[in-house]
């Protein structure tokens, strides 16, 4: 079965430290992404990937990063550069190509305490 | 740049009452649109989409057709189920190089038996 996996499904962290959320997929996607959901706010973009080693800054970058080393890997990290943290975080992939729609993974619900 | 408009939920319906939540866009060029659907503490889900003027998606009862001249694509179901209960959210890709998708905030539909 071919999709999008992140773990851990939920994740507890204490201010001040750096965490890694996992993303892989299977589909043979070129391009993969991150968004942050918070509540009532829609999906916004952290950064996204169109091609291994090389990825661009969304829309809310700041205190994150992330590493694109193999086409089906693209982990972001939280920095305690990131001042509210807690959040559910979706990672998604595609084809490059503008009518394809992406791919979801089933999320990981951060909380920084 | 680009933008997506819907309507402000929560929407609660009686079973087998007709649905329609709004949207309505602005983008450069000539952008792909798509629903997806979140239901509780899972990702997204594609449930549509329609990549040129006039085109009608339609998939488990839900349509939506695209209107260039109003700039809209809402979704529509004739007799929405309780297992239609979730969050709904409208979506754009104008492509331009970058394939990231404009989310709208979000509707929460709630159907009581």
């Known amino acids: 079965d071919g999709g999008i996996t992140q773990s851990p499904k939920y994740l507890f962290r204490k201010e001040g430290q750096n965490v890694t959320l996992s993303c892989e997929q299977n589909l043979n996607h070129d391009a993969m992404y991150w968004y942050r959901q918070d509540p009532g706010q829609g999906l916004r973009l952290i950064y996204y990937s169109q091609i291994v080693n090389d990825f661009q800054k969304g829309d809310i970058a700041e205190g994150y990063s992330v590493s694109r080393e193999k086409k089906e890997s693209f982990p972001l990290t939280v920095t305690s550069a990131q001042k509210n943290p807690t959040a559910f975080y979706l990672c998604?992939?595609?084809?490059?190509?503008?009518?394809?729609?992406?791919?979801f993974g089933p999320g990981t619900r951060l909380t920084v305490t | 740049g680009n933008s997506v408009t819907q309507m402000e939920g929560p929407v609660t319906l009686s079973e087998e009452a007709f649905l329609t939540i709004n949207c309505t866009y602005t983008a450069t060029g000539y952008p792909s649109l798509f629903w997806y659907v979140q239901y509780p503490g899972e990702g997204l889900q594609l449930l549509l989409k329609?990549?040129?003027?006039?085109d009608k998606g339609s998939n488990k009862g839900f349509e939506a057709t695209y209107r260039k001249e109003t700039t809209s694509f809402h979704l529509e179901k004739g007799s929405v189920q309780v297992s239609d209960s979730a969050v709904y959210f409208c979506a754009l890709n104008s492509g331009a190089g970058s394939y990231q998708l404009t989310f709208g905030k979000g509707t929460k539909l709630s159907v009581i038996p």
């Open positions: 329609a990549t040129k003027a006039d």
């Open positions: 998604a992939s595609s084809i490059v190509q503008s009518s394809y729609e992406q791919y």
